[in-house]
């Protein structure tokens, strides 16, 4: 059974850092692309940044430098390092991975993150 448990939400000052974790379990993890994802209450799911097996990895368009992705696969956890924060990153951050066949998307429970001062 595919679970993905994320961890290291809360509030933080704009400017100010936080990094978020996601523990795999269920399958491979290391061969598998892992993805933050982050949604706002009436806008769809937006892909913040994703980390292929193979290490390369892609951001969205206003991460613009701020955020790193990264991975240990020893312990099956994926990072989302968050610098820099603003108001506008305000939003439930998920944990993503597609498994099986159909590459049938998994999802965390989502964390909350309040970016405010």
């Known amino acids: 059974q595919v679970q993905l448990l994320e961890s290291g939400g809360g509030l933080v000052q704009p400017g100010g850092s936080l990094r978020l974790s996601c523990v795999a379990s269920?399958?491979?993890?290391?061969?598998?692309?892992m993805a933050w994802y982050r949604q706002v209450p009436g806008n769809e799911r937006e892909l913040v940044a994703r980390?292929?097996?193979?290490?390369?990895?892609y951001f969205g368009e206003f991460v613009k430098g701020r955020f790193t992705i990264s991975r240990d696969n020893a312990r099956n956890t994926v990072y989302l390092q968050m610098n820099n924060l603003k108001p506008d990153d305000t939003a439930v951050y998920y944990c993503?991975?597609?498994?099986?066949?159909?590459?049938?998307?998994?999802w965390g429970q989502g964390i909350q993150v309040t970016v405010s001062s």
């Open positions: 269920g399958f491979r993890f290391s061969e598998n692309a």
């Open positions: 980390i292929n097996g193979d290490g390369s990895t």
């Open positions: 993503n991975t597609r498994t099986g066949l159909r590459r049938t998307d998994r």
